[in-house]
């Protein structure tokens, strides 16, 4: 498992591609198009969170090769 980041990595730490956020929850049109466009990645819709209530998904995401950090 990668480790998670608070800050947004300037680059993918696994392949050096771009990353972009990822967005949970119920996508507008405009979020669509945006994930099309490759500048946000769209997460699921509910956040995951631990037992003690933290946010445990990702943060970020690499459009290049997909992996979420
Ligand atoms: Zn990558």
Redesign the pocket.
């Known amino acids: 498992m990668v480790e998670q980041y608070v800050e947004k990595p300037q680059v ?1 730490p ?4 771009k990353v972009v956020e990822i967005i949970y929850g119920e996508p507008t049109e405009e979020l669509f198009y945006a994930a099309e466009r490759g500048e946000v990645m769209l997460g699921d819709c509910c956040i995951q969170v631990d037992k003690e209530g933290n946010i445990i998904s990702p943060n970020w995401g ?1 459009i ?4 979420t950090f």
Request: glycine residues 20%; hydrophobic residues 0%.
């Open positions: 993918c696994k392949c050096g591609g690499c290049d090769c997909q992996e």
